[in-house]
């Protein structure tokens, strides 16, 4: 058997050394239109704030010891063109010598991958422009930073890669400054879980720039100015990071199915519409593991995964890839971010009976050194219980929750499921009550009724508006809100109006929860929590 | 309602606050031995190392902080000394006067913990011995150590708390041997786990001594030496943790059902067989979420989820305890342990077809700074596909490992579950596949019969007697092994003999597993990889 693998970062690897590892037989070859194969991606902003130091660890495997390793064949520098289904051939071109190459196969592997978005504004080819996208874009971006001309840096887009690199080139001393034309930053989460850590890196010198479109970049020669919808901004770096668009260009009169944003269509088998090709990794779309929708996502982590299980199929295996949840992760300036499953308004959109819940909760046993805040937000039907996402910022292991919780998105787990969960315990490493059980609990009071709450998200758009503001704080630190001692509020408490709408807000919101109780056993109709407290939300002064 | 909590830790005080918060009418009283509440447990052996600097810090709150917070009557330095069932009354004597006082109830919840076992040796009494399992038991340590005076301490137990307390001193500068009369260290981890973490412990100066039991402690008013099974030991230190009793002497009489090791008999509500009784937290057993059988899990963490499941069914729902997994994490002198589910051992005892896999993997990606390995066991049900428990060993977030596991476990999760899982991954958190699905890999390679392995309790346990030892290495580091380079192991490959028992060892078996499938390939059949490879096997030179 021939196998033909189309591609050699993650997926392409993966698949091919599967395929040559359960079939040793079969010649696999593997054609590549880079120089290298197997190179760490998702390293490279790493590279630029030198936190990885040495340029060979960005590659994984050369060409050559790739194929000593596996036994795959290799070719470099030939880019796919044309695939020809009836004849089973792929044709090639040499990216250096621009000679075509046919190559004959029995099952071909579509992981070419994707490439930046060029943004079509004037100024994109100036000296200092760069993407991030491969070890060669790294290399060349930390070797002008490390000769010192480079004092103020824009970055266009603040997904995951954008902010990364924000982060790495802030931590060179680099003026750094990211615009994104979306109304938010870190596509993916809720509004104000993005707003959130919009302050926290304009507080650590990341300026973000949200809604702000890129028009132009400027400069005679090197880049000097970013043209912006807003407005000009000094640059001697910008780093394009807007997005990027599948290689499946070649593909275009293959009759092989494609999706309107040019990702291949595969089956639950990771089969296109031929039954003798594969497609995987960034240049395929796949499905949401939770709703069964097409999803693409184009993250190494399931590039990896969807190379092993074509591979699987191909040696004659039926294995069905369960799909994505859209986890992600991030260290940003001092502040990791993570998520899984679906957010709030996804999940509206897909119409599921939303209600959410955020905490903030000790990460770790608070007397314990270096103990500091998860804010986890949690997502989940109301109706049928079942859990649909979370999201989670915090200085420690959001990994480790949002690992959790996709355990339990996979097992497609009821709220009910998390809670009373036997997690593991130590002051070092999280809370006798777990962070996410804790969240769990207070989402669970939120359903039952127990707890009568304003989101940050409703408190944003005005929900609280004419609520009286009770400051439950251990010692008082909101201006202008009555301040009231928790431990004075106790059944019979009538030192408030019964009938008035009462914002109840304390550091994080469990004071003003058990505040909340004791208030209606008192008689109080309309006192409602503020999820977060003072910890996640900005108290505005009300005109009462 | 009067409802009488007994004891005023982890699970008395949750219990309390909560009945107290769901029900404010209530009356709520909580009696206790001891003078404080809700202490940090837990903290005490990061107390002694000075890790926690404030002793205020493991005082969780005062019984007037409690008090006033939660609306709670706390009554301290009171024991319970008998339960009248019929006429619903406690009675309880001062530890300091005395004197005796009834408490009436209509519900009563037994939260009255554990205490140290004192072995019954002469010398417990002498200046120097000391436990660790109440805030003066760390306090008067610490002191002892920070006046310069002990050199030499001797633990007595080798449980996590023994071992966290060596770890401690040792970190004081204070020379440290550990002694349990069990065969291994680290009850409830495999033999060759806690063999792994004893080599670990003895190369950063904490020696451990199995099957060494305590016969006497000698000294002059002060500690001097201990006397062991094996030799006398100089000690100017003894601490005693070797094990716990729960304190349910008081309830000999009452007619309250008890297990045979004195905890008490509670249904999955956790009602005793009085339905007016709860009992929780360390005095109560529960069962096993995964075998549904009896089990006496004695945790900080299950404590207070217990507490909080009473309170619940008092005030009028019917809440189930699903019960525990046993897991269990530990930080020890630069080395974390954790585990969850069933070990193989137990899973052998408890008669399922028991197949395991040990791994060792990235525990991030292996180009960022601080990466480190994990080592992975993993224990399934080969029948059924069952996953049944892991055990973790690494420099890293092994709490993490083990709590993806505990939401695997406690939603019955198939290994076929836990491939293709869309967990986190950037490079500061973990690696493209993931740690925990890499070992599922294996295991599975294991189950489906492409990997033919010997685990390193089988070599152990002299399974390899004979075989011939090919080293696999990147490069030759196993003495009198044959070394051969994985790239020459090609199809068609015939440098060995291919009848003769092979045992593949690299350095932590992936190499090994890759040159198996090409000799299988070349008709070598009898070649067997050695799971974790020298990075967890001591190799021993065979006579051929």
Redesign the interface.
């Known amino acids: 058997m021939e196998v033909l693998i189309l591609g050699g970062v ?1 997926a392409g690897t993966k698949a091919a050394a599967k395929i040559k ?2 079939m ?2 079969a010649k696999v070859t593997l054609v590549t239109k880079s120089g290298d194969v197997s190179y ?1 991606g ?2 490279l902003p ?1 590279y630029v704030g030198n ?2 130091r ?1 340029k060979a ?2 590659i994984v495997n050369t060409p050559q010891s790739f194929s ?2 596996t ?1 795959v064949d290799v070719v470099t520098q030939m880019e796919a063109v044309a695939v020809d289904r009836a004849a089973k051939k792929v044709t090639a071109r040499s990216v250096t010598s621009q000679e075509e190459c046919v190559y004959s196969y029995d099952k071909l592997v579509i992981a070419t991958g994707a490439s930046p978005v060029k943004p079509p504004v004037d100024g994109t080819d100036l000296e200092g422009v760069y993407f991030m996208r491969t070890p060669q874009d790294a290399i060349a971006v930390r070797e002008a930073v490390d000769c010192g001309s480079v004092k103020r840096a824009v970055v266009v887009g603040a997904g ?1 890669i954008g902010l ?1 690199v924000a982060e790495n080139l802030a931590a060179r001393n680099v003026m750094v400054s990211v615009i994104d034309m979306a109304p938010q930053i870190l596509p993916g989460f809720d509004t104000e879980m993005a707003a959130y850590v919009e302050n926290w890196l304009a507080d650590h010198d990341i300026m973000t720039f949200t809604g702000t479109k890129l028009e132009a970049i400027l400069g005679e020669g090197h880049v000097e100015k970013v043209k912006t919808g807003r407005r000009a901004m000094k640059a001697d770096m910008v780093i394009l990071s807007a997005g990027i668009r599948p290689n499946t260009g070649f593909l275009k009169d293959s009759g092989i199915e494609l999706w309107p944003n040019g990702t291949v269509k595969v089956d639950e088998y990771l089969r296109t519409s031929d039954e003798n090709i594969y497609a995987v990794g960034d240049c395929a779309s796949v499905t949401n ?1 939770l709703t069964g929708k097409t999803a693409w ?1 184009p ?7 969807e190379g ?2 074509a591979a699987r199929n191909i040696c004659g295996e039926q294995v069905k ?11 940003l300036a001092g502040i ?1 971010v ?1 998520r ?1 499953g679906l957010n709030e308004s996804d999940a509206r959109q897909q119409g599921y009976d939303v209600i959410t819940a955020l905490c903030v909760v000790d990460d770790k ?1 608070s ?3 270096g103990a500091s805040n998860f804010i986890i937000k949690l997502v989940a039907d109301k109706t049928t219980d079942q859990f649909l996402g979370l999201q989670v910022i915090g200085a420690g ?1 959001v ?2 929750v ?3 919780a ?3 998105l ?2 497609k ?1 009821k709220v009910a ?2 809670e ?11 809370t ?3 962070p996410l ?1 804790t969240a769990v ?1 207070v989402l669970k009071n939120k359903m039952s009724g127990r707890m009568d709450s304003i989101t940050p998200a409703e408190y944003e758009a005005g929900k609280a508006k004419g609520f009286q503001i009770i400051d439950l704080g251990k010692v008082p630190s909101i201006d202008k809100a009555l301040y009231v001692r ?2 004075d509020v ?2 019979g408490y009538d030192g408030l109006d019964k009938e008035n709408p009462l914002l109840l807000v304390c550091t994080r919101g469990r004071r003003a929860y ?1 505040s909340q ?2 208030l209606k ?1 008192s008689g109080y109709t309309n006192a409602r929590v503020l999820e977060g407290g003072t910890s996640f939300n900005t108290i505005e002064d009300e005109e009462e």
Not at 299 to 305: D, V
Not at 420 to 430: E, I, K, Q, V
Request: with cysteine.
């Open positions: 993650a590892r359960e040793p037989e760490a998702c390293g790493y936190v990885i040495d660890s960005l000593d390793l036994g995951l990364e593991r996502s993250m190494g982590s399931s590039a990896n995964m092993r299980i890839y369960p799909g994505v949840l859209g986890t992600a992760v991030a260290r990791n993570g899984t046993a007397y314990y050194p292991a990994d480790k949002v690992d959790i996709v355990m339990a996979s097992m787990a499921d998390m009373d969960l036997d997690l593991s315990y130590a002051p070092p490493f999280s006798a009550i777990h059980v609990n928790l431990e106790k059944p058990m109780v004791q056993a």
